[in-house]
């Protein structure tokens, strides 16, 4: 059989664009709300906003929210994922539980880099728990490396509002 | 159920000791599930985090009603006397094994319809909380008017005119898991004592909707004989059926199951294993009876 050796050479350039780094430029934010809940007493919710590989490795967290440790187990997909074994490292975007809004997260271009993300499939995961109150867990298939901008956006029934996602090539 | 002496005769009537040898084989096996009982470890938490020493508290029960108490299992001499269960109390070993693999001893105390331990937790890591039963000889037999007996021990004495006699011994493994902060897996390695469960699958890391594998050890080596594992939800009072699942594990012990429901899951296995030539005894019974905490996504 003839090798055709051109072609070769194209799947090869092909597969290392492919493989290789997200470019720099690349970018993600999420903005998401925490809705207000009438309820007495109301306790703000612990929440979690993570990413996840394809086959839900824990990659990276852009925020956890949280009052006390014993109950960061109630957060109990990012603290399986993420929080119990303390890797990837989370102690930078952790801060207080916030009250009802709306917030936009980011992983810039620097913490981008840092991650060494392979362009393809990942899970953008925001998980929120409320004391005496309920728990929502959402999760979003996202493109990481596409050529063009994406957008996704979910809406929670219960403890989160909308969840609006925006990856930039 | 056929007695022996009417065994004999049929034996006798055929002639073929082959065909007689697995009869008797099975006759030995059947009364069993008259005085099998579920027994089992319901812990507060299975996970657990924090900064500071983190507790749990647990309670035990030989009870057919899952997770909900009827008779105590295990007492430290200051809870409340049972005599009948006394003998089996004094045999128990409460065992903790931590996440360095050592053993630490746990104090339960009877009352009225269940036992009470417990445990605290300093180092991450799992925990293996259980009871475990060793080899307790128990004779069984049908009395005359058909009624079942068994006695504990080598002290009991057979009633005239018994038939069906049976020795066996007895052992279980009652256990639970918990992880404090990070789990780790020295607490699951098999002990080789009895009935253990391993695999693939973290007991502490159980999510609805995902495959869970595990896998059935017998003396710290793989379970070789096809054995079924029954997994039935708390709260079996509250329902009409039990709605177990029965899974059969592969030659080397191996089965998988998925979960749909979130809730604590009682997970047993049971195996008979023949007495050895001349060992005086005609079966060994080992159960293992874990109990487990699968959460929703």
């Known amino acids: 059989m003839k090798t055709d050796l051109s072609g070769l050479a194209a799947m090869a350039f092909v597969w290392i664009l492919l493989a290789s780094p997200v470019s720099q430029a690349e970018q993600i934010s999420v903005e998401i709300t925490i809705p207000k809940i009438n309820s007495q007493p109301y306790h703000k919710p612990y929440v979690a906003v993570w990413l996840e590989s394809a086959q839900r490795k824990g990659v990276h967290t852009l925020a956890f929210w949280h009052e006390q440790k014993d109950w960061y187990k109630d957060v109990r997909q990012w603290w399986r994922k993420i929080g119990r074994q303390q890797s990837p490292i989370y102690d930078q975007v952790t801060g207080a539980t916030r009250k009802p809004g709306t917030y936009t997260l980011k992983i810039d271009n620097k913490e981008l880099t840092k991650l060494n993300l392979i362009p393809g499939e990942y899970f953008l995961n925001v998980e929120a728990v409320r004391e005496e109150g309920g728990r929502e867990f959402i999760r979003q298939k996202i493109v990481i490396g596409a050529r063009e901008v994406k957008h996704y956006e979910k809406s929670g029934q219960h403890e989160l509002g909308k969840v609006a996602i925006k990856v930039m090539p | ?297």
């Open chain 2, 1 to 297: 159920m056929l007695s022996v002496s009417k065994l004999t005769k049929v034996i006798a009537a055929k002639g073929s000791t082959i065909k007689a040898l697995a009869t008797l084989t099975l006759a030995l096996l059947l009364p069993l599930k008259a005085i099998a009982h579920e027994r089992f470890i319901l812990p507060s938490h299975t996970i657990l985090s924090g900064d500071k020493r983190q507790s749990v508290s647990f309670i035990a029960s030989i009870s057919n009603e899952i997770f909900h108490g009827d008779r105590p299992l295990g007492d430290n001499g200051k809870g409340v006397s049972v005599p009948e269960l006394a003998p089996l109390f004094k045999q128990l070993k409460p065992v903790v094994i931590g996440p360095d693999g050592a053993r630490r001893d746990m104090s339960w105390q009877a009352f009225s319809r269940f036992s009470v331990a417990d445990a605290h937790f300093k180092v991450a890591g799992t925990y293996r909380i259980a009871l475990v039963q060793p080899n307790v000889p128990m004779t069984t037999f049908t009395k005359v008017d058909g009624s079942k007996g068994r006695f504990f021990g080598n002290q009991g004495e057979v009633p005239a005119g018994a038939s069906n006699i049976v020795k066996r011994t007895t052992a279980s493994r009652v256990e639970t898991y918990v992880s404090f902060n990070q789990p780790n897996n020295r607490a699951l390695q098999s002990t080789g004592e009895g009935l253990e469960l391993a695999g693939k699958t973290h007991p502490n890391d159980l999510f609805v909707d995902e495959v869970l594998s595990f896998q059935l050890m017998f003396e710290g080596k793989q379970l070789k004989q096809a054995t079924k594992v029954k997994v039935v939800q708390g709260a079996t009072r509250h329902r009409n059926q039990r709605d177990e699942q029965v899974i059969k594990t592969d030659d080397q012990g191996m089965f998988s199951l998925t979960i749909a429901e979130a809730g604590f899951y009682l997970l047993s296995a049971n195996i008979d294993v023949k007495g050895k030539l001349g060992s005086n005894i005609d079966i060994h019974h080992y159960g293992l009876y874990a109990t487990l905490e699968v959460f929703l996504q």
